[in-house]
């Protein structure tokens, strides 16, 4: 972890839900799980010894299609 994504982990684990709601650009749906995302994240990508995290605007769902359509293009193109 980076110093900056060490510090966004702590301040985000020992802080409270208003401390939270009130961080600029948070989601209220996000507030009560932001926690429990940032811990799993961080235990995740420690065991998969993961180097690099992508952030998206997007969710699993338009990055799996994002991906299928990739591949049928893909396809589509090599048997053209």
Do not use: C
Not at 26 to 54: C, D, N, Q, T, W
Request: glycine fraction near 4%.
């Amino acid at each position: 972890m980076t110093k900056i994504s060490i510090h966004i982990y702590n301040k985000l684990i020992n802080s409270t839900q208003e401390e939270i709601a009130q961080i600029p650009g948070m989601p209220a749906f996000r507030v009560e799980m932001i926690g429990v995302a940032v811990i799993m994240i961080h235990y995740v990508s420690h065991r998969l010894r993961v180097k690099k995290l992508i952030a998206s605007d997007y969710a699993l769902k338009e990055g799996v299609m994002f991906s299928l359509m990739s591949e049928t293009e893909i396809n589509w193109q090599i048997t053209k």
